[in-house]
């Protein structure tokens, strides 16, 4: 410390937006991913809403925050399993044909909503597939290796006149739990339940008119209770970090606890003292369950139970999942590891959650660097993997893969180091809903994402209204009539905003920003907008924070009320001081709002003549100099008409 000057007070707020951005801890480089659609259908309003729209405005700020050499969205098809076989059997179209067209549709809607993924393959596509099968292959072999694949025999559907094993979607019958005559094999659409494929009731073969039977067949089961402990010390770390739905859900999935009859309570609670620290709980079947911090732990109080007279049976079913499956449509499984298991293709859902690390590998190289520069994005403790997901998937994304990437390591008990595939953030959204519904095509309440283009809106609207959306928090409604009231707030006092302070610059002070100082509480309320941007944009929190970036912008129409820039009859210094102030604002609301309205901000920044890399998050707080030449008004949000939609 020089003599003389203060020490720094830590605890200090930031009372400038360059120190707000400095203080930021920022990764060192951010893969995002999306949910990857099904190749069986073209992308809907629930896709959009849940997974792409609010992943790509995340990368496109980590893009403007960390460069976007530093930033990769990855993103494709999940080709594999029996959804899109199935849908091109119907189809009348060899599968190769019928997901082609799906893709390239798909890709069309992408980039229809400015959906900006440095790629967006697919995992049986050319450019992945010899990739894909290799990396899986090779992960299978580590699984192996470290015993976390326990091969079991099960009984499953089969087709004696097609000759082949019907599983997933190829069968259907009537659901054991409601009845439901169209439930799937092994889960139903209708009350959620999943449920072992033998239980299933009158099965039908998509395939053929025969009668489906049961017969034997060997599996690969992922042993994700071998690493139990691991992933449950992982998911601890995220209690505060993940969102609440995640946190509660793989909380209580992940347990390491045992059972006993409610008749042993008494006895039970005799002992208790002597037991390792745990939880107990009532359950289903009338009996008691003790959850416990590790393994070992468990394993001395089975020990105790037992020696009390008190029987009891771990209660690890949630930690055996099958992951191969009897269909020729996938990545063959490495059968040199067991003569039993060739033939037999890896499961769609493992094959999924390794995709995302192929298609940055695909990414790199398209981009003309290094597929295994890859590591620098997935292997790097500073470098974060965000991933965007319905919360129904949450069990895999996090439970599954966790178990996976934990177990494929050389050691499979701790948690990943540099060098190893670090652990995921996992943001997830509930439901889309449309009018108040789920959305369904019987109800005619189901857009594609075409659609609505179709019907007129632009894609900026779809994307500032689907952020605006709650979805990180509950299942919420895409409701035409607030989607109007919200596009005539941004053709409104928005547009104003962008508007009013170009229209006076160059009606009055010849398109040239003039000299002035900034007025009113512009910079205060910019330093405490940044910081809540900066954490919102990090958690994929957008509902509350546009609520903010929107009274933040009618700063600038208070501005006009008050000292009108646009009228020479006013005070001149003060009307130069106010659009001074006004550009300062607009610049950083024209920042903040490019990852969710690129196009219009393009519009805006291009009037403002400033250069592309004016959208870097560094230049928030910097404003627009006096003397700079601005260029002329554009137009930005469409006016509103008033029409009631039309579904399909
Ligand atoms: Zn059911």
């Known amino acids: 410390m020089q003599p003389g000057s203060k020490p720094e007070n830590k605890f200090a707020p930031p009372s400038d937006v360059k120190s707000v951005l400095s203080m930021f801890k920022k990764p060192k480089k951010v893969v995002v991913t999306a949910g990857m659609p099904y190749a069986n259908g073209p992308l809907h309003l629930g896709h959009l809403a849940g997974a792409h729209v609010p992943a790509d405005i995340y990368a496109r700020w980590m893009r403007m925050l960390i460069g976007a050499e530093n930033v990769l969205f990855v993103n494709g098809n999940d080709d594999h399993g029996s959804t899109s076989e199935v849908a091109a059997v119907q189809a009348g179209k060899t599968i190769r044909e019928f997901i082609d067209t799906i893709h ?18 697919g995992t049986s596509r050319p450019e992945t597939y010899p990739l894909h099968e290799a990396y899986s292959q090779d992960f299978l072999r ?44 092994d889960e139903c659409d209708a009350c959620g339940t999943q449920f072992d494929p033998s239980t299933l009731q009158n099965p039908r073969s998509q395939l053929s008119d025969a009668k489906p039977e049961l017969k034997d067949t060997a599996h690969w089961w992922l042993d994700m209770w071998k690493v ?63 959850l416990f911090d590790s393994k070992a732990d468990l394993a001395t109080a089975q020990a105790t139970l037992e020696a009390a007279g008190i029987p009891s049976s771990v209660t690890d079913k949630w930690g055996y999942r099958p992951i191969t499956r009897d269909v020729s449509w996938g990545i063959p ?46 292997c790097d403790p500073e470098a974060t993997v965000v991933q965007f997901l319905g919360q129904d998937n949450v069990f895999f994304y996090v439970i599954m893969q966790g178990a996976m990437w934990l177990g494929h390591k050389d050691n499979a008990l701790a948690l990943p180091a540099k060098g190893d595939l670090q652990m995921t953030e996992i943001l997830s959204c509930y439901h889309l809903m449309v009018n108040g519904e789920k959305m369904s095509k019987s109800k005619g309440n189901f857009y594609s994402g075409d659609q609505l283009i179709e019907m007129g809106y632009s894609p900026d609207q779809v994307r500032y209204y689907l952020a605006l959306l ?38 009055k002070f010849n398109g040239v920003v003039p000299e002035g100082k900034l007025i009113g509480k512009a910079e205060a309320e910019t330093v405490k907008l940044v910081q809540m941007y900066l954490r919102s944009m990090q958690k994929g929190d957008y509902a509350i924070l546009l609520g903010q970036v929107e009274n933040y912008a009618r700063q600038i129409n208070s501005l006009f009320t008050q000292y009108k820039p646009h009228d020479d009859r006013a005070n001149e210094a003060e009307r130069k001081d106010a659009l001074f102030t006004c550009f300062y604002v607009l610049k950083n609301l024209m920042i903040m709002l490019a990852p969710f309205v690129p196009e219009t901000v393009d519009a805006l920044r291009k009037s403002l003549n400033l250069p592309e890399s004016s959208l870097r998050a560094e230049e ?8 700079h030449k601005i260029g002329p008004k554009g137009i930005y949000f469409p006016a509103v008409k008033d029409a009631e939609p039309a579904a399909e």
């Open 142 to 185: 580590r699984l192996f290796k470290n015993g976390l694949l326990e091969k079991r025999i099960t009984k499953q559907w089969y087709d004696p006149k097609m000759n082949r094993f019907l599983q997933d979607r190829f069968v259907r019958g009537t659901c054991p739990n409601c009845g439901n005559t169209e439930a799937y094999s």
């Open 104 to 121: 390239e549709k798909q890709k069309e809607t992408l980039k229809k909503y400015s959906i900006q993924t440095d790629v967006f393959t």
């Open 620 to 627: 928030l707080g910097t404003g627009i100099p006096a003397g």
């Open 470 to 507: 709650s979805l990180p928090v509950k299942a919420s409604n895409f409701d035409f009539e607030h989607f109007a009231e919200r596009n005539k707030f941004l053709a409104g006092p928005m547009n104003a905003a962008f508007e009013k302070p170009i229209s006076a610059c160059n009606g």
């Open 333 to 378: 499984v490495p059968s040199e590891l067991d003569a039993e298991m060739k033939g037999k293709t890896l499961y769609v859902w493992p094959d999924s959650l390794i995709a995302p690390i192929v298609f940055t590998q695909v990414a790199l190289k398209q981009s003309g660097r290094a597929p295994e520069m890859y590591k620098d994005f997935w």
């Open 228 to 290: 139990a402990d691991p992933l449950k010390t992982w998911i601890d770390t995220k209690q505060k970090a993940w969102r609440t739905a995640v946190v509660q859900e793989v909380t209580n999935t992940v347990l390491i606890g045992c059972r006993f009859e409610n008749q042993f309570e008494e006895k039970y609670k005799e002992i208790k003292a002597t037991l390792p620290k745990h939880k107990s709980r009532y359950v289903a079947g009338k009996k008691v369950e003790c």
